[in-house]
Nanobody
């Protein structure tokens, strides 16, 4: 699976951005799509995931109610709608994919479980 993320930019606090991720995957490939971020000097952090089986959505507590993750299973695309952005949301955002089988319905939160990564897109929120 190859991934390409886009949509980052500079926005004022309280504003919105939508990140997009385009995946190139062989037909019938099942994968969870996750979003992670890494701020300068900090560890990479899980942000959100939407699973293939069960279509489960899960978020880190700090973005619940502000971010919405979605995907188009036919077009192999995903998005992360980010509202009410805060300066602490500033980071490079990555989309990632994890191969799954019907027995792996639970979302994965660790970056090490994802085998495919996009190149990252910078989100900067000014105060």
């Amino acid at each position: 699976v190859q991934l390409q993320a886009s949509g980052g930019g500079l926005v004022q606090a309280g504003g919105s951005l939508t990140l997009s991720c385009v995946a190139s995957a062989p037909i019938f490939t099942a994968y969870d799509m996750g979003w992670f971020r890494q701020a300068p000097g900090k560890e990479r952090e899980f942000v959100a995931v939407v699973t293939w089986f069960g279509k489960i959505r899960s978020y880190v507590d700090s973005v619940k109610g502000r971010f919405t993750v979605s995907r188009d299973y036919v077009k192999n695309t995903g998005s992360l709608q980010m509202n009410s952005l805060k300066p602490e949301d500033t980071a490079v955002y990555y989309c990632a994919a994890k191969d799954v089988t019907p027995s792996s319905e639970a979302p994965a939160y660790a970056g090490s479980e994802y085998g495919y990564w996009g190149q990252g897109t910078q989100v900067t929120v000014s105060s």
